[in-house]
């Protein structure tokens, strides 16, 4: 029978993630208001020193409310890295704008602030129109009306700061708003800030999968309160104050309830020995590949750019077969689910996705070709002696 299965990253819960969950049964706070939410926002604050969080029940919504605070609307552009996963870019679709697709740079694999800045300036120039959503491609009109530079959306993907100072001085320049699509990334630092506080506003995931998880959750940050403040009220249905319920704005049933946050409380008390986890897992692969490297092949990884410090939440390697004896990323993958260990390719670039094809893309076909010649490695937490050990005899394999 196959052995146990290895996760490409799996929930990895400490000690008192429980004792926060009774604690939530036992006063009856089983609501999506309370104490474990006050608390876990005040974790967050103080962790990626920012003065407001507002937790709420996704990084996806976290995400939506953002644009929904930047006023985006119909008609509106928003500059968003390609390479990433779909929900960066959903919500820019749920408030009816534009995405404009962003190609990465080759340094820490996000968005290319030349590319981004060459997309804002064609959009000034009117050369890029906002496209109707639904409309199928082949019977579209042309459209006439000039799409309106609304924000800008970087994506730290696999925990790898974006070249933030690059994307914040063009953000500058053009006066946009930047939201930070950091739900890969807690515990990742650029320039020794928290990613996610670095731009206007930013938005953590606790998806299960990420490095620390409330099953499911997310947050958004920011130094203006009165963002928050309103992030908090329209995602409780945006009650105005009054006995009975009175509504003047369009609500989201967003927040997160008591008893997630208690699970988040107990993960933020060892989300440093997460990254420290990661980060460990990371420089064993380095370790084995630079070795196969010696021997002839050339398997490159994620690099950390100077100034950068990455949770390192998935090992990332890209290789291209003409450089490794013939030996592909889908050879690797195939050889670890023979032994029942998951691994994954890069994330497909949005702007090849049958959904968003049609929408603009910027760029020299850098995000392409890592998806085409990268995967991730198995990476969790809780990743043990004996599973690596398992892992470099299916590498070893491979790596003849
Ligand atoms: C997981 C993820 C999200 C969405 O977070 P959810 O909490 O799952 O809604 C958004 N962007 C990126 C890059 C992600 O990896």
């Given at each position: 029978?196959?052995?146990e ?13 429980q004792?926060?969950v009774?604690e ?11 104490p ?13 020193k ?13 995400l ?17 890295q ?11 679709i ?5 995405p404009?697709?962003i ?9 290319c602030?030349?590319?981004l ?15 109707p959503v639904?409309t199928?491609?082949s019977g579209?009109q ?13 994506v730290h ?12 001085a ?9 939201i ?16 996610g ?24 940050v920011?130094?203006?309160k009165?963002?928050i ?5 329209l995602a ?5 104050a ?16 008591n ?5 988040g409380r ?8 997460r990254?420290a ?5 990371y ?7 630079e070795?196969?490297n ?10 950390e750019?100077?100034?950068s ?10 290789m291209?077969p ?7 990323t ?7 689910a ?10 497909k ?7 968003f094809e049609?929408?603009p893309?910027?760029?020299?076909g ?5 998806f ?8 969790g937490?809780?990743l ?12 070893d394999?491979?790596?003849?």
């Open positions: 029978m196959a052995s299965k290895i996760w490409l990253s799996s929930p990895h819960m400490g000690n008192n993630e004792k926060f009774s939530a049964f036992d006063t009856n706070w089983i609501a999506p208001l309370g474990h939410v006050n608390n876990f926002e005040a974790d967050l604050q103080s962790y990626n920012i003065d407001h969080a507002a937790a709420l029940s996704s990084g996806t919504a976290a939506h409310l953002a644009l929904i605070l930047n006023d985006v609307e119909p008609g509106d552009l928003v500059f968003v390609s390479f990433t996963f779909s929900a960066t870019v959903n919500p820019i749920y408030q009816g704008a534009t404009v697709f190609d990465s740079e080759k340094d820490s694999w996000n968005m602030p030349i590319h800045e060459n997309a804002i300036s064609s959009a000034l120039k009117g050369e890029i129109h906002p496209r639904g199928p491609a579209e042309p459209q006439t009306t000039i799409g309106k530079p609304k924000c800008i959306m970087p993907l696999y925990g790898m700061p974006a070249n933030m100072e690059a994307i914040m063009i953000a500058k320049k053009y006066n946009l708003p930047v930070e699509d950091a739900a890969e990334s807690l515990g990742s630092t650029y320039q020794g800030v928290a990613t506080t670095l731009g206007d506003m930013g938005v953590y995931s606790f998806n299960g999968n990420k490095i620390i998880t409330t099953s499911g959750g997310g947050a958004l920011s130094n203006d009165g963002q403040e309103k992030a908090r009220f409780t249905q945006a009650r105005d009054a006995p009975h319920y009175q509504h003047s704005h369009i609500g989201y049933n967003y927040r997160m309830s008893v997630l946050a208690g699970i107990g993960q933020m008390q060892v989300l440093d020995e990254v986890q990661r980060r460990a897992n420089f064993k692969y380095k370790e084995y590949f070795a196969k010696k021997e002839g092949y050339n398997v490159k990884l994620q690099n750019p100077k100034g410090f990455s949770n390192r939440w998935l090992t990332a390697i890209e291209n003409n450089e490794n004896k013939g030996v592909s889908l050879n690797i993958m195939d050889a670890f023979q032994d029942n260990i998951e691994s994954r390719p890069l994330w670039p949005m702007h090849l996705q049958p959904i049609r929408y893309f910027v760029g020299d850098t995000c392409q070709r890592l085409e010649t990268g995967l991730c490695l198995p990476s937490s809780s043990s002696d004996k599973d690596f050990e398992r892992i470099v005899a299916v590498l394999s491979c790596f003849q």
